[in-house]
């Protein structure tokens, strides 16, 4: 079974800044594409930033140059810095992996519980 724990949500001022974490643990073959979304109230999920396994990274539009994607593969980690956080950027934040459980298995995609991030202006 494959877990996915988040950590490192909070309120912060505007301007300041958080660390997201997340943590994949379980029995599974390799983790391909890791990212982080988020949801705010009464709107869709939508992508904030995504990275792949040579460290290629994607953001949304809203957040480049403040928030930088990472991950460290031995750890089966992903990390999100977010800086000069904007009330706008208060949401539930989602980390997400693509990962194959078995060689020859299709690749899956697994979400994690959501951490809380609240940005006070």
């Known amino acids: 079974q494959v877990q996915l724990v988040e950590s490192g949500g909070g309120l912060v001022q505007a301007g300041g800044s958080l660390r997201l974490s997340c943590a994949a643990s379980?029995?599974?073959?390799?983790?391909?594409?890791m990212g982080w979304y988020r949801q705010a109230p009464g709107k869709q999920r939508e992508l904030v930033a995504t990275i792949t396994t040579v460290n290629s990274t994607n953001y949304a539009d809203s957040v480049k140059g403040r928030f930088t994607i990472s991950r460290d593969n031995a750890k089966n980690m992903v990390y999100l810095q977010m800086n000069s956080l904007k009330s706008e950027d208060t949401a539930v934040y989602y980390c997400?992996?693509?990962?194959?459980?078995?060689?020859?298995?299709?690749?899956?995609?697994?979400w994690g519980q959501g951490t809380q991030v609240t940005v006070s202006s």
């Open positions: 379980g029995r599974f073959f390799s983790i391909n594409n």
């Open positions: 997400n992996v693509r990962l194959r459980r078995l060689r020859l298995e299709s690749e899956y995609s697994y």
